[in-house]
């Protein structure tokens, strides 16, 4: 039986205007280092972070990157996580979740609470996610993630240079792959020769913590793997700040 083809076999077409994105995600990231310092990038070290991570090194950009290893992360996660630390030029910082608090909640509710509400679920983001980006971006003027505008409905209003936590949060956010498409980032990761965590090759377009991802099927949504028991509405566990525009949910490629 013939195996899969890898993500970058099945995914990697880019847009007729991809030459123009990608000059334009390259320009922002050089000028945030001089207009938004002190900044970091998030990275959940999917698909598109990790193309962001390649360009802050590919343009010796003074950029630390986070990431959040909530305690609960897949093994190929873990091991993406190990490599990058090893190759990247910028550094990387790993912020985890107080263990006196993960340690309460599992006892208190157990490991399966986030299967049953949605309060539940978002407790336990909180405590693994929420808290420990806290630490992550304090005193920092911005923050640099992979959100884009097709991944989601409640993604579709992405803007490149995003004001909207400035009053509440003090920070701005950048989302330099804002107007990229699922093949323009297989392109690039393909041409670059990007190391990229392998559960995409097996149909995991969104990567999170284990027992909240799972793979998609065919014309699914690309965050159908996330909190796939929950109404389409909720899935979100509070590292973003939404938009929700009247736009059908974009369809992963087949």
């Known amino acids: 039986m013939r195996p899969s083809p890898k993500a970058t076999e099945q995914h990697a ?50 950029i630390p990157v986070f990431v959040l290893e ?53 407790t336990c983001c909180d405590i693994r996610k929420l808290e420990p980006l806290k630490r992550a971006l304090q005193g920092q003027r911005a923050w640099i993630t992979g959100l884009r505008r097709e991944q989601s409905a409640n993604r579709g209003a992405v803007d490149l240079i995003d004001k909207s936590e ?9 989302n330099p792959l804002a107007d990229w498409t699922w093949g323009d980032v297989w392109h690039y990761i393909a041409t670059e020769g990007v190391d990229y965590n392998p559960l995409h090759d097996e149909f995991f377009p969104s990567i999170g913590c284990a027992p909240c991802t799972r793979a998609i099927s065919l014309g699914e949504d ?31 490629p087949a």
């Open 13 to 62: 077409r880019p847009s007729a205007d991809y030459a123009d994105k990608l000059a334009r995600t390259r320009a922002l990231l050089r000028t945030s280092v001089t207009d938004f310092s002190p900044l970091k990038q998030a990275s959940s070290l999917g698909a598109e972070d990790v193309v962001i991570t390649h360009l802050i090194n590919a343009l010796a950009l003074d």
């Open 70 to 122: 909530t305690g609960a992360l897949h093994n190929e996660t873990l091991a993406l996580l190990e490599r990058t630390e090893a190759h990247s030029r910028a550094p990387i910082e790993v912020f985890r979740p107080d263990h006196h608090a993960v340690i309460h909640f599992v006892r208190e509710r157990g490991q399966d609470a986030i299967y049953r509400s949605i309060e539940e679920r978002k």
């Open 166 to 174: 400035l009053t509440t949060q003090g920070r701005i956010k950048l």
């Open 222 to 252: 690309f965050r159908a793997g996330r909190w796939w028991w929950e109404d389409e509405a909720a899935k979100e566990c509070g590292l973003h700040a939404t938009h929700t525009p009247d736009k059908t949910p974009e369809k992963a």
